[in-house]
Nanobody
Framework: QVQLVESGGGWVQPGGSLALSCEAV????????MGWYRQAPGEQREVVAT???????YYKDHAKGRFTISRDNAKNTVSLQMSSLRPEDTAVYYC?????????????????WGQGTQVTVSS
């Protein structure tokens, strides 16, 4: 069984910075992509940023220029450095691992999700 363990988050004033980290634990052979999503109250979950095993990154428009996603393939970890935070960034942030293979030749698991971590931006 593969689980995602998140850390980071919390409260920060507008304009501040926060870092989120996520580690995939369990029997893992390969993970195609890892990323961060968020869900604000009353809203649907939306992508923030993703990164493939090859280092290709994608950022949603609201994250461009403010957030940086990085990944350590050897450690199966993904991090999100957030700066210039705004009140509208307040949400529960979820780590995601996409196409997780536990052993060679075995069908990949489509998506694994973390439990979520709260990020609150307010003065």
């Amino acid at each position: 069984q593969v689980q995602l363990v998140e850390s980071g988050g919390g409260w920060v004033q507008p304009g501040g910075s926060l870092a989120l980290s996520c580690e995939a634990v369990g029997v893992i052979f390969d993970i195609y992509a890892m990323g961060w999503y968020r869900q604000a109250p009353g809203e649907q979950r939306e992508v923030v940023a993703t990164i493939t095993r090859g280092g290709y990154t994608y950022y949603k428009d609201h994250a461009k220029g403010r957030f940086t996603i990085s990944r350590d393939n050897a450690k199966n970890t993904v991090s999100l450095q957030m700066s210039s935070l705004r009140p509208e960034d307040t949400a529960v942030y979820y780590c995601n691992a996409n196409e997780v293979t536990t052993e060679p030749g075995r069908k990949a698991i489509d998506d694994v999700w973390g439990q979520g971590t709260q990020v609150t931006v307010s003065s």
